[in-house]
């Protein structure tokens, strides 16, 4: 069975804490993509991973950076949380050809204090 | 960037009807996906189509690629299909970076 795992559910930080935030996943997949959902504004892309070492930024990348040393684990940071990062976070990953299906982990509803 | 409006918003019907639930673009695209968020965040991929029609069990999505609109029905409607149905498009032909509409939140009465 296809998996992307988040390595938490809920997470609680404080103002100007470094967040790290995981993601794996099992399928070799070429793309992995960093997502924050909030209400009333759907899902917007933080980051996106099209290779070992390759990010791209997407439509909200201030505040937030990211790493893929490894194909199947792509990582979200957050250098020194704010209050207004508080959201859920959801990581995905797809196939390299274009149009491929997306596969979501189960996201981490992370607060900041 | 690609503009995407879904309506309704919010959808609340009885168990046994037929849905409808609509998702309009801006910019010609290669593929549009229909995702399924049920309560506690997970989202799950029910179909990326590029034209025509594509059928999942009680689930059907069509696209009209000339006037830039996707419909999701739900055929013989079930509590279980309670959740919130976003669409998704590429800004432009052939690239992955999504923009995705606000969502559909349906809720199935019993």
């Known amino acids: 069975d296809v998996k992307v795992t988040q390595s938490s559910r809920y997470l609680v930080k404080r103002t100007g804490e470094k967040v790290f935030l995981e993601c794996v996943q099992d399928?070799?997949?070429?793309?992995m993509f960093w997502y924050r959902q909030d209400p009333g504004l759907g899902l917007r892309l933080i980051y996106f991973s099209y290779d070992v070492k390759m990010k791209e930024k997407g439509d909200i990348p201030e505040g937030y950076s990211v790493s893929r040393e490894k194909k199947e684990r792509f990582s979200l940071i957050l250098e020194s949380a704010s209050t207004n990062q508080t959201s859920m976070y959801l990581c995905a990953s797809s196939g390299g050809g274009q149009g491929e299906k997306l596969f979501f982990g189960s996201g981490t509803q992370l607060s900041v204090l | 960037k690609n503009e995407v409006e879904q309506s309704p918003q919010n959808l609340t019907a009885q168990e046994g009807e037929f849905i409808t639930i609509n998702c309009s673009y801006s910019?010609?695209?290669?593929?549009l996906h229909w995702l399924q968020q049920h309560p506690g965040g997970g989202i799950v991929s029910l179909f990326m189509?590029?034209?025509g029609k594509k059928k999942h069990g009680r689930l059907i999505a069509t696209i009209n690629i000339q006037e830039k609109h996707s419909s999701l029905h739900i055929t013989a409607s079930h509590p279980r299909d309670s959740a919130v149905y976003i669409c998704?498009?590429?800004?432009?032909?052939?690239?992955?970076?999504?923009?995705f509409g606000t969502g559909t939140r349906l809720t199935i009465i019993p």
């Open positions: 189509l590029s034209s």
């Open positions: 910019v010609g695209i290669s593929a």
């Open positions: 399928m070799d997949h070429e793309n």
């Open positions: 998704a498009v590429p800004p432009n032909f052939g690239n992955e970076k999504l923009t």
